[in-house]
């Protein structure tokens, strides 16, 4: 009977013991992403919105690291628009800030790094607080026009993103 109560004891002290290791810090952080079939839905329903207003893009999507997930470009949208909408995409994401917003930083040393775009049409993902990624999108005849038909491809998967989390 012995071993039955010392393990019954052991038991005991771990349950009691397990609020307080809640308080430390975790060892292992759980981070969301998104799922290929989103990432190219985002890129899609970019395009599709450009292409009703008669506008050939380049569209990338990033995720949260910045690390390009869905990269699109429409069938006559000029080869620059991947690498501008890639650094779109990316600024979005590192400054978790609508690129439209980062304008008056774009004269600064940080708007100089290479791979980084400020100018508008860039805008990050987030769903209930969490940020997932980033979407550029380049080609139309302004920023803000880029930047429609970046929130038509995030608009496009937002309510299944956030039943999904």
Do not use: W
């Not at 990338?60 to 699109?72: E, H, I, K, L």
């Not at 304008?103 to 997932?132: C, E, F, H």
């Not at 496009?156 to 956030?162: F, G, I, K, N």
């Amino acid at each position: 009977m012995k071993p039955v109560r010392a393990a019954v004891a052991v038991l005991t002290a771990t349950l009691f013991a397990a609020p307080l290791a809640a308080d430390e810090d975790p060892m292992v952080v759980q981070i969301n992403r998104m799922s290929l079939e989103t990432a190219t839905g985002i890129a899609k329903a970019a395009i599709d919105a450009c292409r009703k207003q008669g506008i050939q893009i380049g569209v990338t999507v990033v995720d949260r690291d910045g690390v390009p997930q869905a990269v699109m470009r429409d069938t006559i949208a000029p080869t620059i628009t991947l690498p501008i909408s890639e650094g779109k995409a990316y600024a979005a994401v590192m400054f978790n800030v609508p690129t439209s917003d980062l304008k008056d930083r774009a004269g600064t040393p940080i708007g100089r790094v290479p791979g980084v775009v400020m100018s508008a049409g860039g805008l990050p993902i987030q769903v209930g607080g969490a940020l997932l990624g980033g979407v550029g999108v380049s080609g139309a005849p302004s920023g803000e026009t880029d930047q429609q038909c970046a929130q038509a491809g995030v608009d496009a998967v937002s309510t299944d993103l956030e039943m999904s989390m």
